[in-house]
């Protein structure tokens, strides 16, 4: 089907086709370098574009898996040899296995599973995702990203593009000649939704900038595709790192997209390794002293239920710090200003000695 004018749009070298991707007619046979997307969940989420009309994300499992080997081969079929596919999905509490559906529809259709990235939405309260509630099970604070590749024999990644230094600085000379090493497949990138209010904010679960951002640094890709664009997150990434990107939306929240891809920054280098709580706390603890002239830490947090349990947290795992560091001093000062916390309960955190 040829597209109007109006359905596509150019934004700085990023191409949006706002169509299904089950017909991605508009690219050629092996001319995409690396796809990143996060298909529509299926979990009954509510949308709705620029029409006001207001989608059910919920089909029979039969439907929607067909639905997305459709898009599956079309994404085969555009991929080139030496391509790779970062396929992001989730299981929801409630319906367990459905992650392993999907990628299982994704190898029906050609491609070859390669291994398994774990992306880590919350760790300690850092982050955010939707709480299951209840008293029947966890909830959920990561995901999958699947990688994928065409052909096991040619494709190529770099992990030490994304890679981080060397906690024991001893393995310098040892294992190589640079500070750097892979730093593995657990990732650890607070999730950027904060509601389950997908009319809201445009899209059910827009995933963090620094996750495409990631995928094409781990490729040295050229150009990069999403078949489901939701909110823009990716050619966002695309921008910043000078690729060419292509992406598929079929319920747009164009001015949502537009937004996306021309506001989108690089972040700051803040990643934190999880293995490593040592290191985790004194990355704390000097970007907290870092930004003290900028904003007031007393201010950080606030009198509610839910962040008397943040600073409980925060605290324990500071409090084996020595008294003169900054942080400490101004958690307990933040301690001594909200003295009508009911009962105290946090006074056994707080060595004032």
Known sequence: ML????????????????????????????????????????????????????????????????????????????????????LNIGDAAQDQGKSELVIESAVKTGFKRI?????????????????????????????????????????????????????????????????IRDQGNIWLLPYSKTTGASIKKGHDAPFPLELPIKCIKLTHAEKVLDPFLGSGTTLGAAKLLGLKGFGYENYPRKELIRNTITNSALPENNEILIPHLELAVDFFSSLIDSKKDKFDILNIFKNTKKQEKELKIVK????????????????????????????????????KN
């Open 3 to 86: 597209l109007n004018s109006t359905d596509i749009e150019e934004i700085e070298n990023q191409r949006i086709f706002y169509k299904s991707s089950e017909d991605m007619v508009e690219l050629t046979d092996n001319s995409i370098d690396l796809i990143i997307t996060s298909p529509p969940y299926n979990r009954g989420k509510v949308y709705s574009d620029d029409t006001k009309i207001i989608y059910n994300d919920k089909r029979k499992i039969e439907d929607y898996l067909t639905f997305l080997e459709k898009v599956w081969r079309e994404c085969y079929r555009v991929l080139k040899e030496t391509g790779v596919f970062f």
């Open 115 to 179: 291994q398994t990235i774990i992306w880590v939405k919350s760790l300690l309260g850092k982050g955010h995702y939707t709480p299951t509630g209840g008293n029947k099970r966890l909830n959920n604070v990561w995901e999958n990203i699947f990688l994928l590749v065409k052909n096991k024999e040619k494709y190529k990644i770099y992990p030490k593009e994304i890679g981080i230094p060397y906690a024991d600085k001893s393995n310098i000379g040892r294992y190589s000649s640079e500070d």
């Open 316 to 351: 324990s795992v500071l409090q084996s710090k020595n008294g003169s560091n900054e942080v400490v001093n101004s958690l307990v000062k933040l301690y001594d200003k909200n003295k009508e916390i009911k009962g105290n309960k946090l006074s056994k955190y707080f060595d």
